[in-house]
């Protein structure tokens, strides 16, 4: 479990520093602010290897570089590891080496850590096959160092090198269920019921029959039933179903690896996992996005029952700051907010209030809106504000105000028609009342002259 994490001369920002939460930890930030940076840096603190360097298919997760090359780097954090010890840890940058380096010999264990990336990829560590080995009172590296899936590795399976010998590590989604469904077994019932926990209340995921795509494709294929069409193969799937499929896939597929060689190698299951989002909305529909964080909250704790979990998640979506108000609990959890100031990034960890109307989240620190409306509407008000503020605005000026509001279509239901048809009716002199009669939303819309 990740407690800290401090960042010199890497990166975004000149220096970046963070103390995590134990259980839920939200980041919000503008595009190119540094969040999937981060999260690559977390995966790499917990593992040791960038996802890049192990996977050269993927599109992002490539390992850190020092922002000025002139200056020293660093990456030093805090971590419990599975074993509930606590270890601080520093790596600096070698330009000799051009690479990280830090304290030589095995790294701390830091439980199973899995990794989902924005485009549909994964990364996974498993305690049980990617940690060092002791032999023989030797700490030995083990061949396999992590397994780093493109997101057509996720469907199509994965190969490694392992010893020399291509070796393939996974299945794949498409392959393994529907092994399980062919094998009516638990896990077909785990993913089922993986699948129904991520459908927003009320809604049903059903899994329907094996199918065909063609004559030519000899794959038996999972599909899921739509309320129109019995059994939509897996592979037909919308976007958002396929993203929330892989999730539920790779959750499973990870755990069950890991308890399956733990039993092999005569060990425990590990009692620590940390979980990566990035971009835990991706592809999905408002319903979905409102309850994929309590989703994930609830599947994790139900697939890894007894341990420790820490999620760590960056998100765009007012959607998922609004779905943790019933669950966000100040001791256990935390919000980080990256902003860009005067052309520096900062992050802070923000006071996490909340709002009701999910709108209230688009204007708040995360999202940094000036109004939840459109930017042309937004204009239009700042426009006419200015106006109000004015004591002494000029005719033009209101008339201006008036017009803009009406090209941007601002709605007759807008709360702001009140406000400024009251401002033209009270404020400004009989004589001045040139935008009065627009003012009445009924009249002032496009188009709308029967
Ligand atoms: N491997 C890297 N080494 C150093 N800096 C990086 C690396 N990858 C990304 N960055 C920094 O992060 C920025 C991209 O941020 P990113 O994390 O993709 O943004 P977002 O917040 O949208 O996820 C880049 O402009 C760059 O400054
Ligand atoms: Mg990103």
């Not at 270890?87 to 600096?92: L, N, Q, R």
Request: glycine share 6%.
């Amino acid at each position: 479990m990740l407690k800290s994490l401090k960042l010199t001369n890497v990166g975004p920002a000149p220096m970046l520093e963070l103390n995590l939460a134990d259980r839920l930890n939200l980041l919000t930030g503008d595009n190119g602010l540094g969040k999937s940076f981060l999260l690559d840096v977390v995966w790499w603190v917990l593992t040791r290897k960038w996802p890049h360097d192990l996977n050269d298919n993927l599109t992002s997760g490539y390992p850190a570089r020092p922002a000025d090359p002139k200056l020293g780097s660093s990456i030093a954090f805090d971590l419990t590891t599975a074993n509930a010890k606590s270890v601080s840890y520093e790596s600096t940058y070698s330009r000799q080496d051009q690479a990280w380096v830090g304290r030589p010999g095995r790294p701390p264990n830091p439980g199973l850590v899995v990794y989902a990336h924005a485009d549909g990829g994964f990364s996974v560590w498993d305690p049980a096959r990617n940690y060092w080995k002791t032999k023989q009172g030797m700490d030995i590296q083990e061949s396999l160092p992590g397994y780093v899936f493109s997101p057509k590795d996720v469907w199509d399976g994965l190969d490694a090198e392992i010893g020399g010998k291509i070796t393939r590590v996974c299945n794949g989604l498409l392959a393994d269920w529907a092994a399980w469904i062919r094998e009516r077994g638990d896990t077909a019932e785990r993913m089922k019921n993986v699948l129904a926990r991520m459908a927003p209340t009320g809604e049903v995921f059903e899994v329907g029959p094996l199918v065909r795509l063609s004559v030519n494709d000899a794959r038996d294929i999972p599909s899921i039933h739509m309320p129109y069409a019995e059994a939509v193969p897996i592979l037909h799937a919308a976007s958002g179903v396929r993203r929330v499929v892989g999730l539920a896939y790779m959750l499973l597929w990870s755990w069950n690896e890991h308890v399956r060689a733990s039993e092999a190698l005569g060990e425990k299951p590990t009692k620590t996992v940390v979980l990566l989002f990035d971009e835990l909305e991706s592809h999905l529909h408002p319903r979905w996005q409102r309850t994929i964080l309590s989703s994930m909250l609830h599947i994790a704790k139900e697939l890894h029952d007894q341990a420790e979990i820490q999620l760590i998640a960056a998100t765009h979506s007012p959607l998922v700051l609004a779905s943790a108000e019933p669950v966000f609990d100040a001791d256990r959890d935390a919000w980080f907010d990256i902003d860009l100031e005067r052309n520096k990034v900062v992050l802070r960890k923000r006071q996490f209030v909340n709002r009701g109307e999910i709108s209230n989240w688009l204007t708040s620190n995360a999202f940094d809106l000036k109004q939840a409306r459109s930017k042309e509407a937004e204009d239009a008000i700042e426009k006419a504000l200015a106006v109000l503020r004015d004591p002494k605005p000029t005719r033009r000026a209101v008339e201006d105000a008036d017009t803009a509001l009406r090209n941007a279509c601002l709605p007759d239901i807008d709360p702001f028609w009140v406000k400024w048809g009251y401002y033209v009716e009270t404020k400004m002199p009989k004589n001045q009342q040139a935008a009065k009669k627009t003012a009445s939303p009924v009249r002032k819309k496009k188009g709308n002259s029967k």
